[in-house]
């Protein structure tokens, strides 16, 4: 299993709080509804530093998810029916997740610990069963996506 990490976010608000909101992924279907608001992804866009182009194929993806407390799923990506789904929650510094349905084994795991009464940080992981030609392939687009995944999570209002 070949790992990719994001760099450690510090993110303004109490660790209980983000892990309350990450442990239920319906919290995160506002997202998807907000995701039809400029202003509120313009300021995402400008957080996170996107370009114009990914902005709107983020938004366009967001608008294609389907979320339940324990899964985020997308119906009609590339690959067919592809879901993320959490298969253990270590309150309140844990959320483990499996890709499911992929042509490949992966997994995410997004790990919090407070600094603060008000504060936390956070650093995600993404694991991913490759072969040494598909991992030479894939190997800068999935570091550049665990870090926008980090960059997205330390911005959004929790």
């Known amino acids: 299993m070949t790992k990719f990490e994001s760099s450690v976010k510090l993110i303004h608000y109490p660790q209980t709080t983000v892990y309350d909101k990450l442990s239920d992924l319906t919290n995160l279907s506002v997202l998807a509804e907000q995701a039809q608001n400029p202003e509120f992804m313009q300021s995402i866009q400008q957080s996170a530093g996107v370009d114009d182009d990914k902005m709107r194929q983020a938004t366009e993806m967001l608008s294609k998810l389907e979320f339940t407390r324990d899964s985020v799923s997308m119906q009609d990506s590339p690959i067919g029916a592809v879901a993320l789904q959490i298969v253990e929650r270590i309150d309140p510094k844990t959320i483990k997740f499996e890709v499911k349905n992929a042509p490949v084994a992966a997994n995410l795991w997004i790990q919090l610990l407070p600094t603060s009464p008000q504060e936390c940080k956070m650093?995600?992981?993404?694991?991913?069963?490759?072969?040494?030609?598909?991992?030479?392939?894939?190997?800068?687009?999935l570091q550049e996506g665990v870090e926008k995944l980090a960059d997205m999570l330390a911005v959004i209002p929790y």
């Not at 650093?123 to 687009?141: E, R, S, V």
């Open 123 to 141: 650093k995600c992981t993404i694991g991913a069963d490759l072969n040494f030609f598909t991992k030479q392939l894939a190997k800068k687009p």
